[in-house]
């Protein structure tokens, strides 16, 4: 099983440089940023989590900047979005963003992507609520044009882009329906969402990977119903407090890749934390493309 990490890096923590050195140095399997533009202080949407909402949401650094300063410093460690906010993004503008850092690392990157939680930062960026599920899909579809071999155009309910020569291209060949990098939809398991994974993404990003054992059935009986190959289906649970149980329990369930929750700290408590990760017992010795752990006995999926 390959473990990756995710982390807010912001103005206060381990910077991106140093933080990807470690992790390709310690053999972890990637590096995964989560984007918040801003946070309006006069907010009425509830934190997800409950209580206060930390500061580090706030503070965000911009991931494709960070990103970008991680592939520099790094050969073969995986570089990805947890999550980008389409529906926040001018969808020529990211697609060019994406295309150039997949690029410039050698096709390492993964677009983590989701619809976002924060009403009132997304209706700063012009999104109306009940249409950005709507939103989100037409201008995945009008990256793809641009990523497509040939020149595209794209007509959608909400953009349209002409045929165009848009390069650099993604590195990873179109598969099936899906054109571009290795794209992952983050977000809680529902009609909606199953429909946009089996429509146009490589699989799901369950956001803390509760409740698997219920959903991946579910998933993946519709993945097979919209013609997908089995075997192409991932599935990458986010943000995990990981405990051997729990990582032996997804490999059971097939799950082939695991990114691990960093607290948003400075750099001696941040590498702390990779030490007592690398301390796991089951997970075995640390080593490309990352930690490894067998199948074992059924763990409970709750975070």
């Not at 983590?112 to 709507?134: M, P, S, Y």
């Not at 149980?245 to 890749?257: M, R």
């Not at 493309?289 to 975070?303: E, K, L, M």
């Given at each position: 099983m390959r473990i990756a990490v995710t982390i807010f890096l912001t103005d206060e923590t381990i910077a991106p440089v140093r933080l990807a050195r470690e992790l390709e140095q310690r053999g972890f399997a990637g590096l995964y940023l989560p984007e918040h533009t801003h946070i309006p202080v006069e907010r009425v949407t509830p934190y997800p989590a409950g209580g206060e909402l930390p500061p580090e949401y706030g503070r965000t650094l911009d991931p494709f900047v960070a990103l970008g300063q991680a592939a520099a410093v790094t050969e073969r460690l995986g570089l990805g979005t947890g999550i980008t906010l389409v529906a926040q993004h001018d969808p020529i503008?990211?697609?060019?963003?994406?295309?150039?850092?997949?690029?410039?690392?050698?096709?390492?990157?993964?677009?983590?992507?989701?619809?976002?939680?924060?009403?009132?930062?997304?209706?700063?960026?012009?999104?109306?609520?009940?249409?950005?599920?709507?939103?989100?899909?037409?201008?995945?579809?009008?990256?793809?044009?641009?990523?497509?071999?040939?020149?595209?155009?794209?007509?959608?309910?909400?953009?349209?882009?002409?045929?165009?020569?848009?390069?650099?291209?993604?590195?990873?060949?179109?598969r099936g329906p899906v054109v571009g990098p290795r794209t992952l939809i983050g977000g809680a398991a529902g009609p909606k969402l199953v429909s946009h994974i089996c429509e146009y993404a490589d699989g799901w990003m369950p956001i803390g990977g509760r409740g698997l054992s219920e959903s991946l059935p579910v998933l993946r009986r519709a993945w097979a119903e919209a013609g997908r190959d089995p075997e192409a289906l991932q599935v990458v649970p986010y943000a995990v407090f990981p405990t051997?149980?729990?990582?032996?329990?997804?490999?059971?369930?097939?799950?082939?890749?695991?990114?691990?929750?960093?607290?948003?700290?400075g750099e001696a408590e941040?590498?702390?934390?990779?030490?007592?990760?690398?301390?796991?017992?089951?997970?075995?010795?640390?080593?490309?493309?990352?930690?490894?752990?067998?199948?074992?006995?059924?763990?409970?999926?709750?975070?």
């Open positions: 503008d990211l697609a060019k963003q994406i295309a150039t850092l997949d690029h410039l690392s050698a096709g390492r990157f993964t677009l983590g992507l989701g619809f976002g939680w924060n009403v009132e930062e997304a209706a700063d960026h012009g999104v109306e609520w009940r249409t950005r599920r709507d939103l989100v899909r037409d201008r995945m579809a009008l990256m793809r044009a641009l990523w497509s071999e040939e020149p595209t155009a794209h007509e959608g309910e909400f953009g349209s882009v002409r045929a165009s020569s848009a390069y650099p291209k993604p590195v990873q060949k179109p051997p149980g729990k990582l032996a329990h997804y490999a059971d369930l097939g799950i082939e890749e695991v990114v691990v929750q960093l607290p948003p700290a941040v590498l702390r934390v990779l030490d007592s990760l690398g301390s796991l017992g089951s997970l075995g010795s640390l080593g490309s493309p990352g930690f490894r752990v067998a199948g074992g006995p059924a763990a409970s999926d709750t975070v």
